[in-house]
């Protein structure tokens, strides 16, 4: 009877995500950061006077853009395939 050595080999730990992955992840956080902070605001502090800087431009079309335009980024970057070859 021969002794055989068994070296046991454990799989190699990776990360489901690569470094281009959470790229695109921090930019889409920021693009939702941003959208949340341009849409903060324009409230009053009397609650008997009525502040209308609450409909302007920027708090009902351009912050919920930005919010889904980083929504989006971010199912990019969940998709992304950082090892697809061309």
Not at 17 to 43: D, E, R, V
Not at 65 to 80: N, W
């Amino acid at each position: 009877m021969s002794k055989k050595t068994k070296v046991e080999q454990s799989p190699k730990q990776e990360f489901i995500f690569q470094k281009k992955n959470y790229l695109f992840m921090f930019i889409g956080l920021a693009f939702i950061a941003l959208g949340f902070i341009l849409m903060s605001g324009g409230g009053s502090d009397d609650p008997n006077v009525f502040n209308p800087e609450i409909y302007n431009f920027r708090r009902i079309r351009l912050a919920p853009t930005l919010v889904l335009i980083g929504l989006g980024i971010e199912v990019y970057a969940i998709l992304l395939n950082p090892h697809k070859k061309k």
